[in-house]
């Protein structure tokens, strides 16, 4: 993954696709009724889905095999290599308003660290955490600058990002590369790589987070997400989430 990101075409069988559309549209609902003030606000994607709020105990069991499957656990340690961790998964969907801009982001800059720091790990590390993200409909995609995963910007994107002599995060930067998915499309790529989705077509996208097995992060994950030792039983690749057995 030198350029920090790749896709996987027709990752999931639409047999797979039809089961997790219908229970992510019912978390979807769910979650939007229980957070009309902020969906309706700016809101362009849910957390947590595995907790288990608005699920069944067999729908969360379905999304927990899903991220313990064969071909995921197998993509993600390719990546991450064998020690690798689920962390967290997201649900992203269009805003409220059609109107609302998107913004070119790197994950890292939420974490509270300043500038500097974000730039060392950037500029020091390999993939630390990745996103593995399917695309449920045909969509717009994200929008990536190759390699920015691995090196600090260049002055059009650190002021476009960071919203800096007259840019906004939503302007386009002319490095950007955009990548389209059709519904069971998977496209991988770092956290820390400069990213922004692009909204329209009723996106409906299922995005999973792992991470190396490092306490700094997984200090971030919410242990309600993750299985119990009954459903740990049933999942063929329980590994992935090894840091809590």
């Known amino acids: 993954m030198d350029n920090g990101y790749y896709v996987l075409e027709n990752f999931v069988n639409e047999e797979n696709l039809v089961e997790l559309e219908h229970i992510l549209e019912k978390f979807h609902k769910s979650w939007c009724e229980k957070n009309k003030e902020f969906f309706e606000r700016n809101a362009i994607n849910s957390a947590y889905i595995t907790s288990g709020e608005f699920l069944q105990p067999s729908e969360r069991l379905c999304l927990l095999k899903f991220i313990a499957s064969k071909n995921v656990v197998k993509e993600v340690f390719n990546v991450l290599g064998t020690n690798a961790c689920f962390l967290n998964s997201q649900l992203f969907f269009d805003p409220y308003n059609e109107n609302q801009a998107n913004y070119w982001h790197r994950d890292i800059q939420y974490s509270g660290m300043d500038e500097s720091e974000q730039r060392n790990i950037i500029e020091a590390s390999g993939h630390d955490v990745v996103h593995f993200r399917l695309a449920l409909r045909d969509e717009l995609g994200v929008e990536l600058i190759p390699s920015s995963h691995s090196k600090w910007d260049s002055l059009e994107e650190l002021d476009t990002r960071l919203e800096k002599a007259g840019k906004k995060p939503s302007d386009d930067i002319s490095t950007g590369r955009c990548i389209a998915l059709k519904r069971g ?47 740990l039983d049933q999942i063929d690749h329980a590994e992935i989430f090894k840091h809590i057995t």
């Open 185 to 231: 499309d998977v496209l991988v790529f770092d956290a820390n790589i400069i990213h922004r989705g692009h909204y329209g077509k009723e996106r409906l996208s299922f995005d999973l987070l792992f991470c190396k097995e490092d306490p700094s992060i997984l200090k971030y994950a919410n242990v309600d997400c993750f299985p119990n030792n009954d459903e």
